[in-house]
């Protein structure tokens, strides 16, 4: 079968952000979008000289387009001589599963179509990315080149040639390659069977344990109902919006407390079950609560790293720990009773894959329901999951119990984020601009009732290539250890977003308020004033608190 060689012109609006190219569906339909992207993917590791054979992984989250890109993409990877590759049945694979079988198989890498949590649908987001080979988001000395080769690309590399069935298991040739349709959880399954304690897990649920995983109609639905109905055992039902769909039905696949109301009222209601989780689009966000009780991501960090020796995998003990910037400070106060490391990165995955790789650190987490660890090289949703309920099975407690016992031995770092969606572009770059003209003279400056101690704009030295990242948001401190982060979203497609980081620490946790927002009064008062706010958006309401 010949290869088509196709006359293109460069788009200009290619540059990846937090997490790849994401930009709406009608951006990626027009004529030689995503081939252009990809094609630059492919000339970048043409002329990229490290290991991983001649393999791909592809496969997404089953939104909108999903599979029409798939397609497209296996006929440009045969063009360009791949010669392998492995796509999930229906051409979904949740992120965490391409992690898994990068890493398992030596491919490579892999290409994953989602835009996570944005909504689906013919005028929703869609994005790509390309993961490594070592199975985690390409960095930015990857992410760079494509972009600049985006900018000048000539000509794309196709095949004249049908689409071919997703559907069933097996292989067919393509062009002189071999696309290998697979089972998208399998793999999957098995290195959580490898990780954690699946039979104590079991026994919590034969002891009349509920449980509820809503999988929002996105992607990870056939996962939690193979791992948590048919290998643990939970009941029928535990796992429910468990079919994929296209638009995600309608909702917005986001696990958080405003996305995910509805888990949230059933959670405060009479017949609450003991444990509920959610996760998002592409499988990499998790959202846990108890009867009553919302976990925030920070904490679930840092509970899971001060309990993660009752997991088989972690029985030794944990190399160190990693949150990015914006993420609260609970996870470093484990660490330092634990004697680790613990590594602060900038916003995004990727700042996490060279200390994994590097062995430094063994768990990683965001603010923003990221969790995971070196079992993949991206966040993990079900994985964080599961470690709750390993840990639930071990210590028999409530969700509650665990985290407020935490707050009463390390103290408690009350946080929450404010995001500002919808702004104009021009005016959350003037903010920001504003603020940063200022870093120097804001020490000594009282603000409300808080005091500032320091400020910078937080710039990061990876500790193992040397390589560094700067204006990666404006870091506020206060004299009595409470902090305010700004910083502009790099993952939205229209409009900017500000997202305000507000924490407040307290030794004691029972002298203040338990809900944040009620806690962080004083102190978002001062954040919005510090910032002006009003002054630039005209706004002071957020549209998002978590
Ligand atoms: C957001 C989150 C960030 C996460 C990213 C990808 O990015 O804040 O922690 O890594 O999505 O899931 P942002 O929109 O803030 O750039
Ligand atoms: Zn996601």
New binding site residues.
Partial sequence: MAVQTVETTPFSDQKP???GLRKTVPDFRQPGYLENFVQSIFDVLAADQRPGGDTLVIGGDGRYYNEQAIQIILRMAAANGFKRLMVGRRGHLSTPAVSCLIRRYGTRGGIVLSA??NPGGPEGDFGIKFNAPNGGPAPEGLTEPIFERSKVIDRYYTLDTADISLDTLGETELGGATVEVIDPVADYADLMASIFDLDAISDLFANGFRMRFDAMHAITGPYAKEIIERRIGAPAGTVTNAEPLADFGGGHPDPNPVHAHHLVTEMNGPDAPDFAAAS?GDG??NMILGPDFLVTPSDSLAVLAANATLIPRYAEGLAGVAR?M??SAAVDRVAEALGIDCYETP???KFFGNLLDDGRITLCG?????TGSNHVRE?DGLWAVLFWLNILAKRRESVAEIVRGHWRRYGRNVYS?HDFEGLDGDAAGRLMEALRAQLGELAGRQVGDYRIRAADDFAYRDPVDGSTAEAQGIRVYFEDGSRVAY??????TGGA?L?LYLERFVADPDTVPEDAQQALAGLIDSAQTLCRLGDYTGRSEPDVRT
């Fill in positions: 952000g937090t997490s996570s949590h998002d990499d966000r990015s914006p993420t916003t995004g995955w965001e603010e923003s329901y990221g966040k984020r910083r502009l979203s790099g993952t939205g977003t997202r």
